[in-house]
């Protein structure tokens, strides 16, 4: 079983704290979220909220300035 070590099995992703800085400019700060298996969400918010930025960072085209990303109880991070 995939989960077995997770204690909490249904958690596919869990953002904790997620900060990101391009130089003096906070684009995101203090981001957090918790997906369960199953589950549909949705990001939404105003032109220059930081959708984009939180995309780029869980996918990887970014690395954040401090915070963890965990993906199936994995820090994914780095």
């Known amino acids: 079983m995939a989960f077995q070590n997770n204690p909490h099995p249904s958690e596919i992703l869990n953002v904790e704290g997620l900060e990101k800085r391009f130089g003096g400019i906070t684009a995101l700060t203090d981001y957090s979220v918790k997906i369960r298996r199953g589950e549909l969400v949705g990001l939404i918010g105003p032109n220059g909220a930081g959708k984009t930025t939180v995309f ?12 963890h990303i965990y993906f199936n109880n994995k820090d994914i991070t780095r």
């Open 56 to 67: 780029n960072l869980l996918s990887g085209v970014l690395k954040p300035t401090s915070g």
